[in-house]
């Protein structure tokens, strides 16, 4: 079964004030049973969202960091799991 890549954005944009909020907002195909997100280096951030309980539909996750810090500053990417299986990880997403 071939396995799009996801892609990854996020809202309001990838420059934030610090303490702002953000939510990555990752989008598959349908019938993902979970999300993740994670840095480039996923030690220092990796969140997973399970979407599977929303809907049978659901294509994308949305994961929120309550406020920034000069911390979260970095490379994100998403991927997702569906059939048993990670898919290919999306590009990453600078944030600054």
Known sequence: EDMPRPSISAEPGTVFPLGSPV?????????VHTFR???????????????????????EARIRIDSVSER???????????????????????LR
């Not at 969140?47 to 659901?58: K, L, N, R």
Request: proline fraction near 7%.
């Open 23 to 31: 939510t990555f907002v990752c989008r598959g195909p349908v019938g």
């Open 37 to 59: 997100v994670e840095r480039d280096l996923p030690s220092l951030y990796s969140e997973t969202e399970d979407v599977s309980h929303i809907s049978p539909s659901a294509s």
């Open 72 to 94: 979260n500053a970095g490379r994100y990417r998403c991927l997702y799991y569906k059939s048993s299986k990670w898919s290919p990880q999306s590009d990453f997403l600078e």
